[in-house]
């Protein structure tokens, strides 16, 4: 199979230079400097659970492309710029494993491929350019938005199906759902809970499993759930909130990725994440006073540190 990974981060080098360890898989990872130069040079070094170099190919330019597969792991608030990019070149599909909700839309208005939706939660960290650690075993789960659709031999049934059997080939563990929509709000209440409050506080995962903090968290896991069941969306608070424990505590020594952008003076996907359930709480009539603020004070982070200007 044919990959390319556009927004080889951390998450994104793990996924890519993991596919690259099966020869029958072609890899060619979008990436920022000095990353894609240093990995045409010497390799990317994969460590931790895969631990192995391996030589994808490397690019800054993603422009004008052909694959089957694109892979799309950059930060949501640069999805518009990846799908403008990415519309330029012919793929056959294309999987969002972002954080954040809102994604899969954009890709498909400017991409004339079908888009899968995606959820991993492989740890990953970028040590240095060539350099990413597996920090914790995890799963990628795929499928489309469209309930029910991997049944009856639909389309989005046989991509999503081809997708698992490589990743699986590869060493990822990977499954094919139909209840895509659910688990995206799932993955949305986890990360509303753990990723503002460990990014305000400076703080690994750990500080969400008790305490004032955890219970701060774990309201916000619960507005997230009653906005998704004003959506339409089958997903009950305390589903909700078993689901955010269960992840803070296995990956209690972990740093949140909005904890890492505020550590790095980085903007953060809040927008995406507390912001989206708040602006979506707004037009279903739901009260969410907790996102509101964590929302607030995020943002107002971002304003102060000059990592946004909006």
Request: hydrophobic share 40%; aromatic share 2%; charged share 20%.
């Amino acid at each position: 199979m044919e990959v390319v990974v556009f927004g080889a981060g951390s998450l994104g080098s793990l996924v890519g230079g993991t596919l690259t360890r099966v020869d029958e898989h072609t890899v060619t990872l979008v990436a920022r400097e000095p990353h894609a130069s240093t990995i045409r040079a010497s390799g990317l070094q994969l460590s931790g659970e895969f631990g192995q170099t391996v030589t994808p190919d490397a690019t800054t330019d993603g422009r004008n492309l052909e694959a089957d597969l694109a892979i799309v792991t950059v930060k949501s608030f640069d999805t518009p710029a990846a799908a403008e990019t990415l519309a330029t070149g012919a793929f056959d599909t294309v999987l969002s494993l972002q954080n954040g909700m809102g994604n899969e839309e954009t890709l498909a208005a400017a991409i004339d491929a079908p888009v899968l939706a995606g959820t991993a939660t492989y740890g990953a960290v970028l040590q240095e350019p060539g350099v990413v650690e597996c920090t914790g075993p995890g799963k990628i789960v795929l499928g489309s938005l469209e309930e029910g659709s991997t049944g009856n031999g639909s389309n989005s049934s046989t991509r999503a199906t081809s997708i698992e059997a490589a990743f699986e080939r590869a060493g990822l563990e990977t499954v094919v759902a139909d209840d895509m929509s659910r688990r995206l709000w799932t993955k949305l209440a986890i990360n509303a809970g753990i990723n503002p409050v460990t990014a305000l506080t400076g703080t690994t995962n750990e500080a969400v499993t008790s305490g004032p903090a955890g219970e701060l968290a774990r309201e916000a896991a619960r507005e997230t759930a009653r906005v998704a069941q004003a959506a339409g969306v089958s997903l009950r608070e305390r589903d909700a909130v078993a689901a955010m424990d269960n992840v803070a505590t296995e990956t209690a020594a972990n740093t949140s990725s909005m904890a890492q952008d505020v550590a790095a003076g980085r903007r953060t996907e809040i927008d995406s994440i507390n912001g989206y359930v708040v602006d979506q709480a707004a037009a279903l009539g739901v009260d969410v006073p907790t996102n509101r603020v964590l929302t607030t004070l995020v943002r107002t982070w971002e304003r102060g540190s000059g990592a946004r200007s909006d």
